[in-house]
């Protein structure tokens, strides 16, 4: 015995299993996603590039978009500009995008 580590911090928060099965779930699992893995929260993506972007952009991160009109808070600006539309009826034009 004792080869068989376990991460008790990837356990912790989003399990592999848990992404496993919403992945089997969303249909993704069955037509070859998921060859990358990230190593800190066992998301999976079929493009290096995907991983990379999530490990580099979302993963381990606070949320850094906030909404003006209640306490919703995303990662993801397009997350944030959706949730305007769809709560809050409200179309907001980015310029900078
Ligand atoms: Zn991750
Ligand atoms: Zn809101």
Same mark, same amino acid.
């Given at each position: ?33 998921? =060859? $990358?893995? @990230?190593?800190? +929260? ?8 995907? #991983?990379? *972007? %999530? ?8 949320? =850094? $978009?906030? @909404?003006?009109? +209640? ?8 997350? #944030?500009? *959706? %949730? ?14």
């Amino acid at each position: 015995p004792g080869l068989n580590l376990v991460n008790s911090d990837v356990l912790a928060c989003c399990s592999p299993l848990n992404s496993q099965v919403s992945s089997l779930i969303n249909g993704e699992y069955g037509h070859g996603a998921g =060859q $990358f893995q @990230c190593s800190d +929260c066992g998301k999976r993506y079929s493009y290096q590039s995907t #991983l990379r *972007r %999530h490990v580099k952009l979302e993963c381990g991160k606070t949320p =850094q $978009f906030y @909404c003006d009109h +209640c306490s919703y808070k995303t990662k993801r600006k397009c997350d #944030l500009l *959706r %949730h305007y539309g769809t709560q809050h009826q409200v179309v907001v034009v980015d310029m900078k995008t």
